[in-house]
């Protein structure tokens, strides 16, 4: 009897730690939230099909992102030309396709590299501390100063215009706030008991850090990714329609926007695609942030 008594409260202890998360895996955390957050599946699966539509754009389409029919320009939406053409008779689904290449492009590659600096960076600061500390943290201050649209465009003016442009400013510009939040992190974990038994061990900072630190950090940075990339292709989006971000004949949905904004009343579809393309990848990355840091945060979880 007290064999059974002691099985049951082993088991009601092992179903709370599992509600908890406390010993879920990252896979197990991914299951829970398909289970529970259809919206961000949802939003995840039309992230997906964005990429896809966009690594098959000359699959897809019959027609090149350049190609002009000046007798059917500003047509209206038809079966030839699903979104209608443009101001140069240029296929607007077409233009959509590539152009969501370009935009997801510099969301994702400006956004990785932006966390690299700021990870590495945040815990260097962290870790090491002192004069180190202060002058990575002023330096972040400095950059946080600025609001992240108009440093863009200084750096935009400095180097140019053109894609590659587009990827060193953002990159330069969203660095800052991860390298606090890592610093946060690393602050509270280089204290942590096992971190000192590593040093007293006589283990290296290099190994404590990557190997220690760094993949607790890990589920905070998945979330901040998720949320960073809509930031990034909003920025772009803002810098081309300012006419200072991708440059014609290239395609990008904030481009596509400003040369249809001429036409808003007697051809809509020009503005209106591209528009509907970046409201809806944007609200699909947070909302797959938001499910993401519901299993990953374990402050959350457990409130």
Same mark, same amino acid.
């Given at each position: %009897?007290?064999?059974? &008594? /002691?099985?049951?409260?082993?088991?009601?202890?092992?179903?709370?730690? +599992?509600?908890?998360?406390?010993?879920?895996?990252?896979?197990?955390?991914?299951?829970?939230?398909?289970? /529970?957050?259809?919206?961000?599946?949802?939003?995840?699966?039309?992230?997906?099909?964005?990429?896809?539509?966009?690594?098959?754009?000359? @699959?897809?389409?019959?027609?090149?992102?350049?190609?002009?029919?000046? =007798?059917?320009?500003?047509?209206?939406?038809?079966?030839?030309? =699903?979104?209608?053409?443009?101001?140069?008779?240029?296929?607007?689904?077409?233009?959509? $396709?590539?152009?969501?290449?370009?935009? %997801?492009?510099?969301?994702?590659?400006?956004? @990785?590299?932006? #966390?690299?600096?700021?990870?590495?960076?945040? %815990?260097?600061?962290?870790? &090491?501390?002192?004069?180190?500390?202060? @002058?990575?943290?002023?330096?972040?201050?400095?950059?946080?100063?600025?609001?992240?649209?108009?440093?863009?465009?200084? !750096?935009?003016?400095? $180097?140019?215009?053109? !894609?590659?442009?587009?990827?060193? +400013? =953002?990159?330069?510009?969203?660095?800052?706030?991860?390298?606090?939040?890592?610093?946060?992190?690393?602050?509270?974990?280089?204290?942590?008991?096992?971190?000192?038994? +590593?040093?007293?061990?006589?283990?290296?900072?290099?190994?404590? !850090?990557?190997?220690?630190?760094?993949?607790?950090?890990?589920?905070?940075?998945?979330? #901040?990714?998720?949320?960073?990339?809509?930031?990034?292709?909003?920025?772009?989006?803002?810098?081309?329609?300012?006419? !200072?971000? @991708?440059?014609?004949?290239?395609?990008?949905?904030?481009? %596509?926007?400003?040369?249809?904004?001429?036409?808003?009343?007697? +051809?809509?579809?020009?503005?209106?695609?591209?528009?509907?393309?970046?409201? $809806?990848?944007?609200?699909?990355?947070?909302? $797959?942030?938001?499910?993401?840091?519901?299993?990953?945060?374990?402050?959350?979880?457990?409130?």
């Amino acid at each position: %009897m007290k064999r059974e &008594v /002691n099985t049951e409260a082993a088991a009601e202890q092992e179903a709370l730690a +599992a509600q908890l998360g406390e010993s879920d895996t990252f896979l197990d955390k991914m299951k829970r939230m398909a289970a /529970n957050n259809k919206l961000a599946v949802f939003s995840a699966i039309l992230i997906l099909l964005f990429l896809i539509l966009a690594v098959l754009a000359p @699959v897809i389409t019959p027609y090149s992102f350049d190609e002009q029919d000046l =007798l059917a320009r500003l047509a209206a939406p038809s079966a030839k030309h =699903l979104l209608g053409t443009d101001e140069l008779g240029r296929d607007v689904f077409t233009r959509l $396709l590539y152009g969501a290449r370009v935009s %997801m492009a510099v969301g994702i590659i400006p956004t @990785v590299v932006s #966390m690299l600096i700021g990870v590495m960076l945040g %815990m260097v600061s962290g870790y &090491v501390g002192g004069l180190v500390d202060s @002058v990575i943290m002023r330096l972040a201050d400095v950059v946080l100063s600025f609001p992240s649209l108009l440093l863009a465009m200084v !750096i935009m003016y400095t $180097l140019g215009d053109g !894609i590659t442009s587009i990827f060193i +400013a =953002l990159a330069v510009t969203n660095w800052a706030s991860v390298a606090r939040v890592v610093r946060s992190e690393t602050l509270s974990l280089r204290e942590a008991e096992y971190v000192e038994a +590593a040093r007293s061990m006589g283990v290296k900072d290099f190994v404590i !850090i990557m190997r220690h630190i760094l993949p607790n950090c890990i589920p905070s940075l998945i979330v #901040m990714f998720t949320l960073n990339v809509p930031s990034a292709i909003l920025s772009e989006s803002s810098l081309s329609f300012l006419g !200072i971000g @991708v440059q014609l004949p290239n395609s990008s949905w904030g481009l %596509m926007v400003n040369m249809g904004r001429t036409y808003l009343y007697n +051809a809509p579809w020009i503005s209106l695609a591209p528009s509907a393309a970046i409201m $809806l990848v944007v609200l699909a990355f947070n909302f $797959l942030g938001d499910g993401l840091r519901d299993v990953l945060d374990p402050h959350l979880k457990n409130s």
